[in-house]
Every structure is written in C-alpha cells, then in structure tokens.
Nanobody, 125 residues
Framework: QVQLVESGGGLVQTGGSLRLSCAAS????????LAWFRQVPGKEREFVAG????????GYADFVQGRFTISRDNARSTVYLQMNSLNAEDTAVYYC??????????????????WGQGTQVTVSS
C-alpha cells in the first residue's frame, strides 16, 4: 500500500514557474514507478509526466513541449514536477500517481494503483 501527498501548487503569472512535490509513504519508495496527471473540472484526467522506479526512464505528454521536468529523490521518498513557461491552459488540479508492479507505469491512468488528493495550479495573466 502507498500513500501520496502532493504540495507546491498555487497561483502564478503566465510565463512563471512552479515546482510540485509528492511525498510517498507505506512501502519502499524505490520499488514504485511514479507519474503526474492533471484534471480540469468537467474534463478527463490526462497524463503529464512519468518516471521509472530507478529514475532512469522518463516520459512526457506532447503538450509539455520541453517545459516540465519530472525527477525523484529516493532518499526523501519524493517525486517532483518542475514546471516552467506556464500558461493559462496549464491550470488544473495536478495529481501524483504510483504504480507498484511496473518499472515504468506509462501514460494510462488505469496502470496506476495509488493516487494523491491533488494540488491546484492556477495560471493567470
């Protein structure tokens, strides 16, 4: 079992930056693959970025366009999402997800076993 808690969301200006954090507990952190998803009210949740158990492999959604970086710190049991060049379309609730039985979880939400409660990111002009 894995528990996930996101933090770091907030209000930023267009073009600004934000770093999200997700702290994990409940089992060995290095044994889980992790990802970030986001969701706007009334729309389906979408994949943002994923990282493998070891951190050796990462993947990003096309809309990221090189602006975001996912990373993990096993000593701190934390996964991060560094977001730069934010725009209004990035406004959403961002969720952390964990896959306990794969090296890399992929982009489908159904692959993930555990989810955090989300952190709000709002980008304004």
């Amino acid at each position: 079992q894995v528990q996930l808690v996101e933090s770091g969301g907030g209000l930023v200006q267009t073009g600004g930056s934000l770093r999200l954090s997700c702290a994990a507990s409940g089992r060995t952190f290095s044994s889980i693959a992790l990802a970030w998803f986001r969701q706007v009210p009334g729309k389906e949740r979408e994949f943002v970025a994923g990282i493998s158990r070891t951190g050796g492999s990462t993947g990003y959604a096309d809309f990221v366009q090189g602006r975001f970086t996912i990373s993990r710190d096993n000593a701190r049991s934390t996964v991060y999402l560094q977001m730069n060049s934010l725009n209004a379309e990035d406004t959403a609730v961002y969720y952390c997800a964990a896959d306990s039985d794969a090296y890399y979880g992929g982009s489908a939400g159904s692959s993930y076993d555990y989810w955090g409660q989300g952190t709000q990111v709002t980008v304004s002009s």
